[in-house]
């Protein structure tokens, strides 16, 4: 064996080796850049659940968490495009790159955080049973027997079908529809967010709910793919000073007519 010989064979293993190296391991996803590059970031938005997201009388999205996309997009410096979903959609579309983020209700709870990343939390969100006035519902064991309406694939769902092992479930695809089938009748009890009461009252003023059972109480966040630091961390930092600054306070309270403190949503997030 020739040295020069010999010498291409030791140059050609420690290549192959290098190879393995540098395929062998995922690089690491950076989406922040990708968004920057795009001058867009698409952002999942169900707008079925006011008042968090709808259209308005010009059929243009509106509500809390659309305000809230504009203003992430405006201060990252690019163009929002709004990613309509719904409550079962919400994190494929994450796990599928049909949004790089998600502003959606979107709780945090331990079984999304396996699949996805939450930002530090932006609102609380209570969940509760509601009925009708004069209903008596004061504990899970009341619902049984009766027909409780819930979305799909939401905490709700989750939580009933756990806690209320007798009621029966009408499990609803959106808040639009579950909203229109209590109005009409269909169903006199539903699980859902605290805030969207009103919204679902308004639809038939002489069906006007009010919460029987208070759930829990969940944070909302921002969602998005695992193994995004970069963008985590510029996400994280955004909420934190948008929450100081009183931004989203502000935000919270034209939709919802509530003052969030934001103390204890800094503290959640660490």
């Given amino acids: 064996m020739t040295k020069t010989f010999a010498r291409r064979r030791i140059l050609g293993a420690a290549g192959a080796a290098l190879a393995v190296l540098t395929f062998g391991v995922p690089a690491e996803a950076d ?3 990708d968004i920057r590059k795009a001058g867009k970031v698409r952002i999942a938005i169900d707008l079925a659940i006011p008042p968090f997201g709808m259209t308005d009388d010009k059929m243009q999205p509106a509500g809390s968490d659309v305000d809230l996309a504009r203003l992430l997009a405006k201060d990252l410096g690019v163009e929002l495009e709004i990613v309509t979903t719904t409550g079962p959609t919400r994190i494929p579309f994450l796990q599928t790159n049909k949004a790089d983020l998600v502003v959606s209700t979107l709780s945090i709870t331990p079984e999304r955080a396996k699949v996805v990343d939450f930002s530090l939390p932006y609102a609380d969100h209570p969940s ?4 009708m006035k004069g209903d008596s519902i004061k504990q899970m064991s009341d619902l049984d ?7 799909r694939g939401t905490t709700q769902d989750t939580d009933l079908t756990r806690q209320a092992k007798g009621a029966q ?18 169903v006199d009890v539903l699980a859902t967010a605290r805030s969207l009461l009103p919204a679902i009252s308004k639809k ?18 921002i969602g998005m793919r695992k193994n995004e630091p970069k ?9 934190r000073t948008n929450l100081e600054n009183g931004k989203l306070v502000a935000i919270y309270k034209t939709w919802h007519g509530i003052e969030i403190d934001p103390a204890p949503l800094l503290k959640a997030g660490g």
């Fill in 128 to 131: 509760v049973v509601a009925g």
């Fill in 31 to 33: 989406t922040l850049d």
């Fill in 169 to 186: 479930l009408i499990r609803y695809e959106d808040d639009a529809t579950m909203a229109l089938a209590f109005a009409s009748g269909q």
């Fill in 204 to 221: 038939n003023p002489a069906r006007t709910l009010e919460p029987k059972i208070t759930m829990q109480t969940f944070y909302l966040a």
């Fill in 231 to 239: 963008l985590l961390d510029w996400v994280n930092k955004w909420v």
């Fill in 145 to 151: 027997g009766r027909k409780v309406a819930v979305v």
